[in-house]
């Protein structure tokens, strides 16, 4: 039988005894940190290879609760063009409307005041921007399943946008099947802020398709080093999106990377800890049982 103080004193456990807990309530322990990381798919880390510093966001795209969508200005209901423009906003206002998961800077745009977002955009399966000359540039689709497909218009032809749920045009093109694909002039990449040294984000997938993996560059460097980077660290296919002063990144409403100005358009991730708006979730459902955009010029 026990005496007072020896019920009272706090009970001790050897590591032998510590072990005899066995491999059951281990496996319970790790079950329950997969568990955990499960519930937050779109992971931001900060990395550095090849002497490069970066962010690496990656969003599993198996997870039935992750949904990447673009966000726009003023909660405009298409993307700036020739026609219409909704103007820009800070990221710090995006961001803070989102309410995401990540929030990071998107394709280019003009500089002008119409500030017309380049290429054409797909979001949450229906046309944010469609112009049926738009031939430049790499677009990253997203068809039904979430599956990932780049194509390059100027040598795999005009992307099939009317069967994207997502689709954002940007480049030049970086990897191509797994090695440095690099061409940006027959693309249509002229300006020198572009091809020269310049601070840089980037988005492409690993062979497979299972995840992408969106990254956001803390040094200046080359396209041939992002492309050599984004290599190393896993992907097949990859390109370049919109940097400089539009160079951004929140993470868990968490501002990053400040963009040096306002923007016109942003990547969106939600994820199980910060769910999609119920609307966003229904489109991908008649996105899933056939529903399409319809082509307007």
């Known amino acids: 039988m026990l005496s007072q103080n020896e019920a009272n004193r706090p009970r001790q456990f050897s590591r032998r005894a510590f072990l005899a807990l066995g491999g059951a309530a281990l496996t319970q322990v790790f079950a329950q940190v997969e568990s955990v990381d499960a519930a937050r798919p779109a992971r931001v880390i900060r990395r550095?290879?090849?002497?490069?510093?970066?962010?690496?966001?990656?969003?599993?795209?198996?997870?039935?609760?992750?949904?990447?969508?673009?966000?726009?200005?003023?909660?405009?209901?298409?993307?700036?063009?020739?026609?219409?423009?909704?103007?820009?906003?800070?990221?710090?206002?995006?961001?803070?409307?989102?309410?995401?998961?990540?929030?990071?800077?998107?394709?280019?745009?003009?500089?002008?005041?119409?500030?017309?977002?380049?290429?054409?955009?797909?979001?949450?399966?229906?046309?944010?921007?469609?112009?049926?000359?738009?031939?430049?540039?790499?677009?990253?689709?997203?068809?039904?399943?979430?599956?990932?497909?780049?194509v390059t218009a100027r040598v795999d032809g005009k992307p099939d946008w009317q069967e994207h749920w997502f689709s954002i045009t940007s480049g030049p093109r970086l990897l191509r099947q797994g090695k440095v694909w690099l061409a940006p002039k027959s693309e249509g990449f002229r300006d020198p802020r572009v091809l020269g040294v310049a601070s840089r984000a980037a988005i492409g997938f690993p062979r497979g398709g299972k995840k992408l993996v969106l990254v956001t560059f803390l040094a200046n460097l080359s396209l041939e080093r992002e492309a050599k980077i984004m290599r190393a660290i896993g992907c097949y296919e990859a390109m370049n999106l919109d940097g400089g002063s539009s160079l951004g990144l929140a993470s868990h409403s968490k501002i990053l990377v400040r963009p040096g100005r306002e923007l016109t358009n942003v990547i969106v991730v939600y994820d199980a800890k910060h769910p999609a708006p119920t609307a966003l979730k229904d489109s991908w459902t008649m996105f899933q049982r056939g529903d399409r955009p319809t082509l307007r010029a």
């Open 48 to 150: 550095r290879v090849a002497g490069i510093p970066f962010y690496q966001t990656t969003i599993d795209l198996t997870d039935p609760k992750t949904f990447i969508t673009i966000g726009l200005p003023h909660r405009a209901p298409i993307a700036n063009s020739a026609h219409v423009s909704y103007g820009d906003e800070a990221f710090g206002r995006i961001v803070a409307r989102s309410h995401a998961a990540v929030v990071a800077n998107g394709t280019f745009f003009s500089t002008d005041g119409e500030k017309r977002v380049m290429g054409n955009v797909v979001a949450e399966g229906r046309f944010l921007k469609y112009s049926p000359w738009e031939n430049y540039g790499t677009t990253l689709g997203l068809r039904a399943g979430n599956e990932p497909e780049m």
